[in-house]
């Protein structure tokens, strides 16, 4: 049996983390983001990352952080729309952009875990260290995700060499179904457990009473 746990997130990088690397971040808007992970990025202090993630977070708040702090170079993303710090470093000069559709992004990063030279491309193939956030996971590395979560977590735990995984429910291994399983433990190599969980919501949208 293989125990896959690191005691925080800081521990989970150690040793994986550079200058100019590429990192990419699972997550839609702030549903399943690895906060954790990302917030240990950020007191790692390195720099000119490139980050492959559907958006940038908020101000304050996500990939936000390493925006605050200087640490990315380039962006490849969707959707950046809710982030006025990315906007204003993009319009200096201060951060690359390359957006890609939502679909497309997904299906580069897909064909990348597949190892699919038809769709060669380096948003996906040659990714070092992918980071992801799943609801459940155990020691073997075996991760569940929950709704919005998994439109972008399980393609891009396939597609880095180096997946690390923080979950909020960590259980032994067999407790989760075989049918359940999301992403299988072979594609993570790295797990960190953080069982609390600020639930942030990106743009709360309601109807009024009586409409």
Request: glycine share 12%.
């Amino acid at each position: 049996m293989t125990n896959k746990i690191y005691p925080d997130a800081a521990a989970a990088l150690d040793g994986l983390l550079h200058d100019g690397m590429m990192i990419m971040a699972g997550g839609f808007g702030l549903c399943g983001i690895p906060e954790k992970l990302i917030g240990a990025i950020r007191e790692s202090g390195f720099n000119a990352l490139t980050i492959v993630s559907n958006n940038a977070g908020i101000d304050g708040a996500g990939l936000g952080l390493l925006l605050e702090s200087r640490q990315i170079r380039k962006m490849i993303s969707s959707y950046v729309g809710e982030n006025k710090l990315f906007a204003d470093l993009y319009l200096k000069g201060e951060l690359e952009l390359e957006f890609n559709p939502q679909g497309t992004l997904a299906e580069r990063i897909r064909a990348g875990g597949a190892g699919v030279p038809a769709f060669f491309t380096k948003t996906g193939v040659g990714t070092l260290v992918a980071i992801v956030h799943a609801w459940k996971g155990d020691r073997e590395g075996n991760l569940v995700y929950r709704k919005t979560a998994r439109n972008f977590n399980p393609v891009m735990a396939t597609a880095g060499k180096v997946t690390v995984a923080e979950i909020e429910q960590l259980v032994e291994p067999g407790e989760i179904e075989p049918d359940e399983i999301h992403t299988p433990g072979i594609f993570v190599q790295r797990i960190v457990h953080y069982p609390t969980y600020e639930k942030r919501i990106e743009q709360r949208t309601v109807r009024k009473r009586g409409a």
